[in-house]
């Protein structure tokens, strides 16, 4: 355990990274900044609590605390970087309280205990691969701000059941929910213009989806070997279609 005294007021990049022996740390409510890869590698670390003096959260900060099991992101913080919780392969509940617009990069990536996660109504924009093979992942939560969904988010979620999509979205990247291997029931906004390359691909759960007439185009191997998919509702809007969007689709029927 390692106690940082009062009058420091910010931790400085890779402080304390590769600190595999550490367990617990106390940060005080004078620190307002955790900077770079500040914990990165601490594999044995299991608890931080991070007070609300902290505005900023740097990318990699607390990468690949393969033992850090609980996180609250207090409401003072206004930025979290990419990589921030990445490879946490314990984190199994994660509250974030603040005012953040965006989910950055690979934010918890890899985090594959992480089962429910709800995105506070502040966020507008989930970057690439935020949630990217977060594999016990069954339950997400989007508000109504939320805007776009770049690529790959959620690929690899293979708990991820059912997703609804708020009609404030208006892109989404490939690959998005590429390989959602138990994803049974989708929602898709309403706002949507394209169902992007690759966006269902290998969803061997999904058995219908209707995709929404403002929908222009269909990007290449979109339900690709979505094997259980018997029914899907293509409306006239649609004007351009890719290859191979239904290649595998052994159980469509209409």
Not at 110 to 135: D, H, Q, W
Not at 185 to 195: D, K, R, Y
């Amino acid at each position: 355990t390692i106690g940082i005294p009062p009058s420091v007021t910010e931790i400085g990049a890779y402080s304390f990274s590769m600190c595999s022996s550490l367990t617990q740390i106390t940060i005080p409510e004078s620190i307002d900044s955790i900077n770079e890869s500040a914990f990165s590698g601490c594999s044995s670390l299991e608890q931080i609590i991070i007070p609300s003096s902290v505005t900023s959260i740097k990318s990699y900060a607390f990468y690949d605390c393969s033992s850090l099991k609980q996180i609250t992101i207090p409401s003072s913080v206004t930025e979290i970087g990419s990589f921030s919780f990445s490879k946490c392969s314990s984190l199994s509940e994660i509250s974030i309280l603040s005012s953040i617009t965006s989910i950055c990069e690979s934010t918890f990536d890899r985090c594959s205990s992480l089962v429910r996660i709800s995105i506070p109504s502040s966020v507008v924009e989930i970057e690439n691969s935020a949630f990217e093979e977060c594999s016990s992942l069954e339950q997400v939560q989007m508000p109504t701000s939320l805007e776009s969904i770049g690529s790959s988010v959620f690929k690899g979620c293979h708990s991820l059941k059912e997703i609804v999509i708020p009609d404030s979205v208006t892109t989404i990247g490939k690959n998005t929910f590429s390989d959602c291997s138990s994803l049974v029931q989708v929602s898709i906004s309403s706002s949507l213009t394209s169902i992007a390359a690759y966006m269902f691909h290998g969803c061997v759960s999904l058995e219908e989806i209707s995709i929404p007439s403002s929908v222009e185009s269909i990007g290449e191997y979109a339900f690709f070997r979505c094997t259980s998919l018997k029914k899907i509702s293509i409306p006239k809007s649609v004007v351009s279609v890719g290859e191979n969007i239904l290649f595998g689709c052994a159980s469509l029927t209409q």
